[in-house]
């Protein structure tokens, strides 16, 4: 079992940056992918960025790719958003998810069931 919960989510202008935490506990951290979704309401969860377990390899959707960078420090149990140049339609709940070595996930990253934990989600609004 892997428990995530996510810290620094809330109300920013547009233009603003953010910092999203997402700190695991349970199994060793290190043997997981990890990734950042984001559902806003009336919308699908959608795959905002991924990360491998050994950090050298990232992935972002289009929509934030260049504003956002997601990064880990195994030592610390804890995978990061930073989230620049944020825009209104960045507002949504962010989740953090994991995802067991396999390998699928390299291919799948951007699948929600490629992830078997979640956490439960922080708020992010940006107004314009």
């Known amino acids: 079992q892997v428990q995530l919960v996510e810290s620094g989510g809330g109300l920013a202008q547009a233009g603003d940056s953010l910092r999203l935490s997402c700190a695991a506990s349970g199994r060793t951290f290190s043997s997981y992918a990890m990734g950042w979704f984001r559902q806003a309401p009336g919308t699908e969860r959608e795959f905002v960025a991924a990360?491998?377990?050994?950090?050298?390899?990232?992935y972002y959707a289009d929509s934030v790719k260049d504003r956002f960078t997601i990064s880990r420090d195994n030592a610390k149990n804890t995978v990061y958003l930073q989230m620049s140049s944020l825009r209104p339609e960045d507002t949504a709940v962010y989740y953090c998810?994991?995802?067991?070595?396999?390998?699928?996930?390299?291919?799948?990253?951007?699948?929600?069931?490629?992830?078997?934990?979640w956490g439960q989600g922080t708020q992010v609004t940006v107004s314009s």
């Open positions: 998810a994991a995802a067991a070595l396999s390998a699928s996930w390299s291919r799948y990253y951007y699948s929600s069931p490629q992830y078997g934990y």
């Open positions: 990360i491998r377990w050994s950090g050298t390899t990232t």
